[in-house]
T-cell receptor, first 112, second 112 residues
Framework: RKEVEQDPGPFNVPEGATVAFNCTYS??????FFWYRQDCRKEPKLLMS???SGNEDGRFTAQLNRASQYISLLIRDSKLSDSATYLC?????????????FGAGTRLAVHP | DAGVTQSPTHLIKTRGQQVTLRCSPK?????VSWYQQALGQGPQFIFQ???????QRGNFPDRFSGHQFPNYSSELNVNALLLGDSALYLC???????????FGQGTRLTVV
């Protein structure tokens, strides 16, 4: 089983739609969680951190359920510019050190 | 602040050759991680350096080795290149464990 699993998509949605991405992780010792965005042939960039209480940044809402080891990202009012791959990232503790583990990513395509 | 810089940006090598990729972390960052990203996949963790030592390692063979210098910059070396080593190699730096990682633009390696 992969440490971080995501639905690869692609999600094809019209502008203005609401879309939700899910992610599960296997290491219960994981300490922090992130969503990164990666545009085609570019490096990943942090979209937002994910907190236990849930957090919102404009049209983006992230949720964490530690009991279920589940992370979600909700995008409201999708824009064409939201088209990208969204990477679920878990900061796992092993041997006293942390490392970031990436999911395979979920591709989003927003069309007019 | 130049952010994370990697060199070269593109590289073509022949099977069996050796390659060295370089990374300069973001100013103030002391932890450097390397990732391999194949087309259509998420970044796969290779290893992480802190205080000039390899602290974490992913599931990569010994052909992959690295180094961190006193100025926190890092190198990734791959020996006996295989066609399957063709990928985007990403370097990420962080200041403290658990905080946001910043990525360089990557080195696109093609093995022919």
């Amino acid at each position: 089983r992969k440490e971080v699993e995501q639905d690869p998509g692609p999600f094809n949605v019209p502008e203005g739609a609401t879309v939700a991405f899910n992610c599960t992780y296997s290491n219960s010792a994981s300490q922090s969680f992130f969503w990164y965005r990666q545009d085609c042939r570019k490096e990943p960039k942090l979209l937002m951190s994910v907190y236990s209480s849930g957090n919102e940044d404009g049209r983006f809402t992230a949720q964490l359920n530690r009991a279920s080891q589940y992370i979600s990202l909700l995008i409201r009012d999708s824009k064409l510019s939201d088209s990208a791959t969204y990477l679920c990232v878990v900061n796992s503790l092993s041997g006293g050190y942390n490392k970031l583990i990436f999911g395979a990513g979920t591709r989003l395509a927003v069309h007019p | 602040d130049a952010g994370v810089t990697q060199s070269p940006t593109h590289l073509i090598k022949t099977r069996g050759q050796q390659v060295t990729l370089r990374c300069s972390p973001k100013s103030g960052h002391d932890t450097v991680s390397w990732y391999q990203q194949a087309l259509g996949q998420g970044p796969q963790f290779i290893f992480q350096y802190y205080e000039e030592e390899e602290r974490q390692r992913g599931n990569f063979p010994d052909r992959f080795s690295g180094h961190q210098f006193p100025n926190y910059s890092s190198e990734l070396n791959v020996n006996a290149l295989l066609l399957g080593d063709s990928a985007l190699y990403l370097c990420a730096s962080r200041k403290d464990l658990g905080t946001e990682a910043f990525f360089g633009q990557g080195t696109r390696l093609t093995v022919v």
